[in-house]
């Protein structure tokens, strides 16, 4: 038996015919698109089936199962291992041959999410099973990784969308960026590495809308930071007029967002800063 997460229903009786690929959930029959499952290991109790499917389910596009535990059984004698195994190959039965077997893996701070989830890229997606995060490569415009240091233990991974959106995977491990690397490669995005500060996103989307392309952008983006790498000793008279206009040219939309913040707070900054005490003078 299966716990539907997402509908927080029990009870779940699953059954899947790969050939129409319907799934049948209980008395309902459910034309699925693709399924995802997560092996269940001696750390981890339940295995996991996701199921995206060609039509909602009561309102949900996505439905995410999750197994009984095997640490449940009637022999308290019985070897762990054996115990997980029983219930992998269970899975695997159910599931059939067009699943996708989901096993390598980071563990990232998903957008809009508080806690560390694993992530993993298939093929053609990126998948989180138990956020139901699932996107498309085909929806990714270019991907810019930030905070990569050499004395940094993880990055963010930035996802540019193509509707212009921005979406963030946070405190990925730096062993793992090859992996997006490959990723990223296989499904022909654009891939960009950047310093240690966070991209002023703003300023950046108006470039490329204005027709910059993110090759160019990127270029200017180092070219930024390598310049500040080298103010650090900076000497009087060493200062180059046009590449200090080049650089406040690229951060001028930033400003101009800061701009635009602050003017939501414009009630309170007026009320604080509209106080001047008078100076007293004193008497010689």
């Known amino acids: 038996m299966f716990y539907c997460v997402n509908l927080r229903k029990k009870n779940c009786n699953l059954n899947y015919d790969s050939n129409s690929k319907v799934l049948t959930l209980n ?3 459910l034309t699925v698109e693709r399924l995802y499952s997560v092996q269940a290991t001696q750390s981890s109790e339940h295995a996991y089936l996701m199921a995206h499917l060609a039509t909602p389910y009561q309102n949900k596009k996505t439905l995410l199962f999750r197994s009984d535990s095997w640490l449940v059984n009637d022999d ?4 762990d291992h054996v115990l997980v195994e029983q219930l992998n190959t269970k899975m695997e039965t159910l599931s059939g041959p067009d699943c996708v077997l989901l096993t ?3 563990e990232a701070r998903l957008h809009g999410t508080t806690s560390m989830n694993d992530l993993y890229p298939t093929k053609t997606r990126l998948v989180a099973p138990r956020t139901l995060y699932m996107e498309d490569a085909s929806n990714i415009d270019v991907i810019f990784c930030e905070r990569v240091t050499s004395y940094t233990r993880s ?5 540019v969308m193509k509707t212009g959106k921005t979406v963030t ?3 990925i ?4 960026i090859n992996m997006f690397v490959e990723w990223a490669k296989q499904n022909n995005l654009e891939f960009y590495q950047t310093g240690p500060d966070p991209l002023p996103w703003g300023a950046v989307m108006k470039r490329h809308n204005d027709g910059e392309s993110w090759e160019a952008i990127f270029k200017l983006i180092t070219h930024v930071s390598d310049d500040e790498e080298e103010s650090s000793e900076w000497e009087e008279g060493n200062t180059d007029p046009e590449e200090e206009e080049e650089e406040l040219d690229f ?6 967002e800061e701009e635009f913040i602050e003017d939501d707070f414009s009630d309170e900054s007026d009320e604080e800063g509209d106080y001047e005490p008078n100076a007293k003078r004193r008497k010689t």
């Open 27 to 29: 008395d309902d029959s």
């Open 76 to 79: 308290d004698d019985a070897d």
């Open 104 to 106: 390598d893996c980071v």
């Open 155 to 159: 990055f963010d991974m930035v996802l």
């Open 169 to 171: 995977h946070s405190c």
């Open 173 to 176: 491990s730096r062993k793992k």
């Open 251 to 256: 951060l001028e939309d930033e400003s101009e």
